[in-house]
C-alpha cells in the first residue's frame, strides 16, 4: 500500500511538472514572436540589454554582457535547461564568461522551477501549495541572488581574464 501510494504521488508530480514546463516555454516564445513582428527584436534581447548591467556587475567583460543578460532572463523566465539551450548557441565568448555561466546556470533560481515546486506542493497538500505560492518572487529573488553570488566567486577564482 505504501509503495502503490508512492508511485501515485509520484505520478501526480509528473503531471504537475511536465505542464508548467512546456507553459513557460510557450510563453517565452510567444512572446519572443510578438516582440520581433512589433519591435524588430525578441523578448530575450530585450531582457539581454535589462541584464547586461548585472551580467558586467557579475563579473562577465562587457562585450560579452548583453548575451549573458539573455541567458539570465531566459533562466529567470523558464528553466536552466532552456537557458542551456540558447547557451549552447554561443559562440566567441571569454573563458571568464563561461565560468561565470556555468555556474549561474546550475541552480534552480527561477520561475519555472517555483511553478513545478508549487504544482508539486499542491498535488500533495492545496494548503500548502498556496503558501509556497504566495512567497513565489521571495524564491525567486532569494535563489537569484544566491547564484549571482556563486557565479561571482567563480569568477573571481577563475584566475582568467
Not at 519555472?112 to 509556497?132: D, E, T
Request: proline share 2%; with cysteine.
Amino acid at each position: 500500500e505504501v509503495i502503490t501510494e508512492h508511485m501515485q504521488d509520484g505520478f501526480k508530480l509528473i503531471l504537475a511538472i511536465v505542464p508548467v514546463i512546456l507553459g513557460f516555454i510557450a510563453l517565452i516564445s510567444l512572446l519572443n514572436d510578438v516582440f520581433l513582428h512589433i519591435a524588430g527584436i525578441t523578448f530575450q534581447g530585450i531582457l539581454g540589454y535589462i541584464f547586461s548591467p548585472l551580467a558586467f556587475i557579475l563579473g562577465v567583460p562587457w562585450e560579452d554582457s548583453v548575451r549573458f543578460g539573455q541567458i539570465i532572463a531566459t533562466k529567470v523566465l523558464a528553466n536552466e535547461f532552456v537557458a542551456m539551450i540558447d547557451y549552447i548557441k554561443i559562440q566567441d565568448i571569454s573563458p571568464r564568461t563561461e565560468t561565470i555561466i556555468s555556474v549561474f546556470l546550475i541552480s534552480f533560481a527561477n520561475f519555472g522551477s517555483v511553478g513545478m515546486i508549487i504544482g508539486c506542493v499542491s498535488a500533495i497538500s492545496k494548503k500548502h501549495g498556496k503558501m509556497v505560492a504566495a512567497n513565489t518572487f521571495r524564491l525567486v529573488a532569494g535563489s537569484t541572488l544566491v547564484s549571482c553570488l556563486s557565479a561571482t566567486m567563480a569568477g573571481i577564482f577563475s584566475g582568467q581574464s
